[in-house]
């Protein structure tokens, strides 16, 4: 398995697990040496994934569990201080952003969401 590189892909959800404008899967990661929540989403047919952490400040964005679309489905919102998110790109476009969102690469196939780590997000490794 090739983590390092960012080849190896992850299995997150199926990919019914996830509708048009509606609730997040979110998955845990290692940012940069940090942990901490991620989230994907679908939007215009397509599967997004970020960092669940505010461009603003650095906390959750969601209100309620895997809840970050505003009641139109149209932006991603951070619950806290109204900074609001283009889905598809991340690209803060309201409110107190600081940039974008970090991207996480997902791809979709056979029914199934997958999450691909990359020099800056690693899985969480789990010591037994």
Known sequence: MNIDAGTEAIALCASADLQ???LAVSFDVVYDGQSCRAFAI???????AYLNRCTHIAMEMDYRPNHFFDDTGRWLLCATHGAV??????????GPCRGPLEKIKVTESDGRVYWHPSALCKPVAFLF
Request: net charge negative.
């Open 85 to 94: 998110y283009a889905p598809d790109t991340g690209q803060g476009i309201g």
């Open 20 to 22: 048009e404008g509606a």
């Open 42 to 48: 679908r939007f215009e047919g397509r599967v997004h």
